[in-house]
């Protein structure tokens, strides 16, 4: 149920919450982001995790501020209730392609060749979630399957690890915090340089994950035609590898099989050069 002050028009003209992101907090937000994922400790590509958290600063040392958990656990209902309905084949599939914050088509542009090719043999992870819950299903009824991955997996992740630490103390966030995303990845925005670094060709070729191209041509187009779904893409993928990076997460493809002698006879070692004098 909605408290008191919940609803803008219920609070007092020129009350805080209601004002946007200033420039000198919009600054900090490349500062914050790489505290934020620390925190988190997951790849968590919410702006509005993001935004918040650089609103309260006498409060984030205690917790990150992030997104209400009943906007989460709503959002759940309603993939639930779709996927209930849907009358596809395909329902669990395309229920675990929801999930992710870039379609199949996309991810498949923006992957490596080696990487893509490592995918299309042991399947990615919506393929291995859809099997997981099509055993489920198999047994018990959709919404079950559905409602208990909601619950017991999916809302921990998504919605009670970044549980603002500020609603425990009365404080809401306001309803623009999650400020929208294209607006902060424009030329001269807040997070562009950022995202730059942390897309860099060098960067993504060190990884082997990304096709730097892609990446390069996915970027442009942001920054010439800003849109929601091209920044929350871009996003996606910087919030990735910052996380990666800052966890030291070794995500590569694997390495092609060594070529092996025809001799059965051991190959030498090879180390430090010796003179034989």
């Not at 990666?244 to 070529?259: H, I, K, Q």
């Amino acid at each position: 149920m909605p408290g008191p002050g919940d609803d803008p028009a219920d609070r007092p003209a020129g009350d805080p919450l209601d004002d946007p992101l200033d420039r000198r907090r919009a600054r900090d937000l490349a500062t914050l982001l790489p505290a934020l994922l620390w925190r988190l400790g997951q790849p968590e590509a919410d702006p509005g995790a993001l935004t918040a958290y650089a609103r309260y600063g006498p409060e984030r040392a205690a917790d990150p501020a992030a997104g209400d958990l009943a906007v989460e656990a709503a959002a759940g209902r309603r993939r639930v209730e779709a996927a209930v309905a849907d009358p596809a084949e395909d329902w669990l599939g395309r229920y675990a392609e929801g999930l992710a914050p870039v379609g199949a088509v996309g991810r498949s542009r923006l992957y490596s060749t080696a990487y893509r090719a490592y995918l299309a043999e042991r399947g990615d992870a919506s393929r291995a979630l859809t099997a997981r819950l099509g055993e489920a299903a198999a047994l018990r009824p959709r919404r079950a399957v559905l409602s208990a991955f909601e619950r017991e997996e999916l809302r921990p992740v998504r919605g009670l690890r970044r549980t603002a630490h500020l609603g425990g103390a009365g404080v809401r966030v306001p309803a623009d915090a999650r400020q929208r995303v294209s607006d902060l990845l424009v030329p001269g925005g807040a997070l562009t340089d950022l995202v730059r670094e942390l897309l860099s060709p060098a960067r993504l070729r060190s990884s082997g994950l990304l096709s730097w191209r892609a990446v390069e041509r996915l970027l442009a187009a942001q920054l010439t035609r800003p849109s929601e779904r091209l920044a929350g893409t871009v996003w996606a993928l910087a919030v990735f590898e910052l996380w990666r990076e800052e966890y030291g997460v070794a995500v590569r493809p694997p390495a092609p099989p060594a070529v092996r002698a025809k001799s059965p006879a051991e190959l030498p070692v090879l180390g430090r050069r010796t003179v034989s004098l």
